[in-house]
């Protein structure tokens, strides 16, 4: 299965992640997809996500950290499920020799998304 980040805000305000994979061979209704490519060494500090979205990391390694100091990892392959369009958000920085090569995939609010939970 495919490793998966949900990073979502929590009752509390704050960016929050949860970890889990994607279950395989569901379709799910998708609003616009589009590609985005950061150098080595790149970091963005806080911010909220700006669409409910799938990031699909190509290349790049990334730590990602929530205001409450939560941090996580996500490598080639893996799923980040972007739905902190509001909150404390969080940030993210680079932490190999490679580019960031992504695709954001964004879908509707209320549109039923792909997550499994760890433990499910």
Do not use: C
């Amino acid at each position: 299965m495919i490793k998966t980040f949900k990073l979502y805000t929590g009752a509390d305000g704050h960016s929050h992640v949860q970890t889990g994979t994607v279950a395989e061979g569901l379709f799910n209704q998708a609003s616009s997809i589009r590609f985005q490519e950061s150098p080595p060494h790149s970091f963005f500090d806080w911010h909220n996500a700006p669409a409910e979205q799938y990031v699909i990391t190509l290349s790049g390694t990334l730590e990602f950290e929530t205001r409450p100091g939560e941090t996580f990892i996500v490598r080639p392959g893996e799923i980040l499920i972007a739905l902190d369009t509001t909150g404390t958000a969080h940030k993210w920085k680079l932490v190999d020799d490679q580019p960031w090569r992504r695709a954001y995939v964004a879908f509707d609010a209320g549109h039923e998304i792909n997550f499994v939970p760890d433990g499910v």
